[in-house]
C-alpha cells in the first residue's frame, strides 16, 4: 500500500516544522537561524521526492534519480525544483 501524499499535505508538514521549529528554538534571531537553518537542508532533500501517483514505477529505487516531471499543481512542481 503506498500512500500519494498531496502538495498541500506537504506544505502542511512544512508549516508544522517551521512552527515547532520556533517553539523549540525560540523567535529571537538566533531561533529563526536555526528553524531555517534545519529547514533548508530538509528542503534539499524534499525536492528528490516523487509523489506516488506520478511515478512510471512503484517503488522507486533509492539509487535512481526521479526524472524531471510537472506535477499535478503548481505546488507539486515548485516542491520537484531544486532551486
Known amino acids: 500500500r503506498h500512500w500519494d501524499i498531496s502538495a498541500n499535505e506537504r506544505m502542511d508538514l512544512l508549516r508544522s516544522y517551521c512552527k515547532y521549529g520556533l517553539e ?3 523567535s529571537d534571531s538566533r ?3 536555526t528553524t531555517r537553518r534545519f529547514l533548508l537542508e ?3 532533500f524534499l525536492c528528490r521526492y516523487v509523489p506516488v501517483g ?3 514505477r512503484v517503488p522507486q529505487k533509492m539509487h ?3 526524472p ?3 506535477g499535478r499543481n503548481d505546488l507539486e512542481t515548485l516542491f520537484a525544483s531544486n532551486n
Open 24 to 26: 523549540h528554538w525560540g
Open 42 to 44: 530538509w528542503l534539499s
Open 64 to 66: 535512481l534519480k526521479p
Open 54 to 56: 506520478l511515478l512510471e
Open 31 to 33: 531561533g529563526v537561524e
Open 68 to 70: 524531471p516531471y510537472v
